[in-house]
């Protein structure tokens, strides 16, 4: 679509004026969402800077490095309750999110270690298994996720005498605008450019030099980090824990976001993540029908568009660049 | 601690064979579309509601189920048709395929959230789960053995039909190489469509065998069936026998627990 004529140029975030002047528009409108929308919407978009979080971190793995894993479910809860556990024994909450990821990232990298001989379904499947005994011990021992009673977490105090939902919005859509600029970084790096190189073709990418073990190591210690890190931003926003909260339906709203926003595509995992929070939100009067509404819609726009809200949005940009001539 | 252990070795593998159908379906769709149905259990459990709707309206036993079928079928005939097959003309990815049965597995969790029950279910069925039948020291209820004997003989139906008829030589051929088997005249649009009917029928199948030993059915029994999924690639994905025997035998831990809760935590049992 556009004209690159160095490799300067290539690593610019934004490069057209008018696209730097719709990031700005766009990164203004967000900081003044507070004056135009209720709390209860801030809290929803709270919600959305989070999760995208995590499926910017899911992105870089399935979207970037085409390693399936649905175990993002446990990775979530060790990062939630890692936060949990921590800003209990009053260590403060950047030290408990950075705790909260690093302590995912190594269960990652022993996730991972599977994906060096397995691949697609199989690889999936042993991941499932994570999630789904990482949920099943954290039902049984009380010890570690509170038991039926759940864990309370300490909430973010109010910043600079603004609301609490107001700082906890700022807060976190900072630390996302962060995350989203990291992940432009990894993306544009070597280390980008190798998880490209494993998903078209491991055996070629090894051929090249890429090495194997440590980059997809690495793509699921990154993508562990990421939704750990989003886990305990969760906790500390909701102010409570319980097992139940991180279940199997949990890793496919992971999916669902991924996909439907777009896969290898960082605004797409935005949109993903705006998408999987707000469906349910809007169809909330039906709630019983929200599974429905939610498997209507994947199904639609992944027959329609199989690239993605990202990629839609990609298509309508190169129509309007080229009208009338198409 | 012998017969305690033929007691939950045979109900076990009662139990076990109720996975083995729904595993059947899943190793089939998956060998034959490389697609991993997450759509399986909620299929299966679509089917064994539409069984309970048709006893609630006073229509026999067989008939009811000989529907369930149908109607299970059906859902995963339109699915392949109507959803996967426009979804891969447009280039959908194998992930996004996977996500098509999710999306199909939610839209009917939540049909039967809706139109079902929240509340679980009774679940009329002619074999008695209290007459007993006793070998030596080892007590069998006619349920357990009745549900062993059926699915073992549809298990065994179901290898003859994939092993030694012109069908099931097209089901295989089309699994190995669908290009070449297009080639060679066999109508793989059909077939494929054909094997995620036949696998919803096997989901349906242990689902209507599946309510009676809990004594109720709702939606969550979906989920149940859902934890077949690691199965496939525990047993290998090519050899029937092997799936059988080793869903039977998958069957024997779930009984497990009851044991281990005497001396041990059943903590990292409860995982079965």
């Known amino acids: 679509m556009d004209l690159i004529e160095s490799y300067r140029e290539e690593l610019k975030l934004v490069r057209k004026p008018w696209s730097k002047a719709w990031v700005a528009v766009m990164i203004a409108a967000a900081l003044l969402m507070p004056l135009y929308l209720s709390p209860h919407m801030i809290y929803l978009a709270t919600l959305i800077a989070i999760f995208s979080i995590g499926v910017l971190g899911q992105n870089l793995l399935i979207g970037y490095t085409g390693q399936i ?19 209990g024994w009053g260590v403060p909450w950047p030290l408990c999110a950075l705790a909260a990821g690093l302590v995912a990232a190594v ?55 603004m609301t609490r939902i107001n700082s906890a919005f700022y807060l976190n859509l900072i630390i996302c605008l962060l995350f989203i600029l990291l992940t432009y970084n990894i993306v544009s790096s070597y280390m980008g450019r190798a998880f490209i190189a494993i998903r078209d073709n491991d055996i070629a990418a090894e051929v090249l030099g890429v090495n194997l073990t440590r980059y997809k190591l690495m793509a699921f210690a990154i ?20 097992a139940n909260m991180f279940t199997w339906m949990e890793t496919i709203a992971f999916l669902v976001a991924v996909i439907v926003g777009g896969l290898a595509m960082i605004n797409g995992s935005i949109m993903g993540a705006a998408f999987v929070i707000l469906v349910p939100h809007i169809f909330s009067a039906y709630k019983e029908l929200v599974p ?19 990629g839609r949005i990609f298509k309508i940009r190169l129509y309007f660049r080229n009208w009338p001539f198409r | 601690m012998m017969e305690k252990f033929l007691q939950y070795t045979i109900s076990g593998m009662s139990q076990g064979s109720l996975y083995t159908m729904v595993a059947l379906g899943i190793v089939l769709i998956y060998r034959s579309n490389r697609v991993l149905n997450f759509a399986q259990g909620d299929m299966a459990t679509a089917g064994t509601f539409a069984a309970m709707a048709l006893l609630g309206m006073n229509l026999y036993f067989w008939m009811s189920s000989l ?15 109507c959803v996967l097959i426009p979804a891969q003309r447009r280039d959908a990815t194998h992930l996004g395929q996977i996500m098509l049965t999710l999306g199909i597995g939610l839209i009917i969790q939540g049909l039967i959230l809706r139109f079902g029950s929240v509340e679980p279910q009774t679940f009329p069925f002619p074999i008695s789960d209290t007459k007993v039948y006793e070998f030596g020291n080892v007590v069998v209820s006619q349920l357990s053995l009745g549900t062993l004997i059926f699915n073992l003989v549809a298990s065994i139906g179901f290898y003859l039909l994939v ?72 047993e290998g994905s090519t050899a029937c026998p092997g799936r059988l025997s080793a869903a039977c035998f998958w069957g024997w831990p779930n009984r497990w627990p009851a044991v281990i809760f005497l001396s041990h935590s059943r903590t990292l049992w409860r995982f079965w």
Not at chain 1, 71 to 84: D, E, H, S, Y
Not at chain 1, 292 to 306: D, Q, R, Y
């Open chain 1, 223 to 242: 993508s562990s980090f990421y939704v750990g890190v989003q886990g305990g931003l969760y906790a500390q926003l909701l102010g409570y824990l319980e």
């Open chain 1, 69 to 87: 894993s649905f175990g993002q479910a446990g990775f979530l809860a060790i990062g939630a309750f890692t936060f949990g556990h921590l800003s």
């Open chain 2, 163 to 234: 092993q030694k008829t012109k069908l099931g030589l097209a089901m295989r051929a089309t699994s190995e190489n669908l290009q070449a088997a297009q080639t060679l005249g066999i109508p793989t649009r059909r077939i494929l469509a054909l094997s995620w009917g036949l696998a919803a029928m096997l989901g349906v199948l242990g689902g209507c065998f599946w309510p009676r030993p809990c004594c109720w059915i709702h939606f969550l029994c979906s989920n149940r069936f859902s934890r077949d999924l690691p199965r496939p690639s525990w």
């Open chain 1, 107 to 161: 269960f990652g990298i022993l996730i991972g270690i599977p994906s060096l001989r397995l691949k697609g379904p199989y690889l999936a499947i042993v991941t499932m298994g994570f999630g789904v005994a990482v949920y099943q011990i954290l039902v049984n021992v009380p010890l570690l996720s509170g038991g039926r009673m759940g864990m309370t977490v300490a909430r973010l105090e109010p910043l600079f005498g």
């Open chain 1, 292 to 310: 429905v509404v939610f498997g209507i819609f994947i199904i639609v726009i992944l027959i329609f568009e199989p690239q993605g809200l990202a």
């Open chain 2, 67 to 81: 529907f369930a079928l149908f109607v299970g079928a059906a859902i995963a005939v339109l699915f392949y048709f």
